[in-house]
């Protein structure tokens, strides 16, 4: 973190915070080198096809500030209870006070307690780890550096094969 905490309350996603959500996840978005430019019509279409699992967001009392998805995710060995973590979005000029991570570990809390079994994302294998992510050799998601591709056990044994995220990460 760089600048101050600020205190935040998280809630479940309700009826009406969708435009917040989208302007949200297009400014956090916006100039990240990594992203694909369409974070924020992901979110849309994860919530579209009914695969919006868990949406998660963070208030600051006046205003929502940032916001999670998770999506439930396909493994070649069979494996069910398994979602992907992302995105994730905090106001750019918010970011690096722990909002983020407190959206990540209330989320891995609440699916924990859902009886997930697993998380997989796509994301900085400098930050995730802090979470419990870790490359796990067999799992694996084409394409990106395999490094990046990080997954987080909650219960059960590890699965091996290949993860394919919901539809609307195309």
Request: with cysteine.
């Amino acid at each position: 973190m760089t600048g101050p905490q600020i205190p935040i309350t998280i809630r479940p996603e309700a009826s009406g915070d969708e435009r917040t959500i989208y302007s949200l996840t297009e400014a956090a978005f916006r100039d990240m080198p990594f992203s694909e430019g369409d974070e924020h019509h992901l979110v849309d279409r994860l919530r579209q096809a009914g695969d919006l699992a868990l949406s998660l967001v963070a208030e600051d009392g006046a205003r929502i500030v940032g916001h999670i998805a998770f999506s439930p995710v396909i493994i070649s060995d069979g494996t069910r209870g398994w979602f992907g973590l992302g995105p994730v979005s905090v106001w750019p000029e918010l970011q690096k006070r722990g909002i983020g991570g407190a959206l990540i570990r209330r989320g891995i809390a609440d699916l924990r307690q859902r009886g997930a079994k697993g998380i997989a994302l796509l994301g900085s294998n400098e930050y995730y780890p802090r979470f419990g992510f870790e490359h796990k050799p067999q799992l694996t998601y084409p394409g990106p550096p395999p490094e990046y591709f990080q997954c987080l056990l909650l219960d059960g044994e590890w699965p091996a094969g290949e993860i394919s995220f919901a539809p609307a990460f195309g």
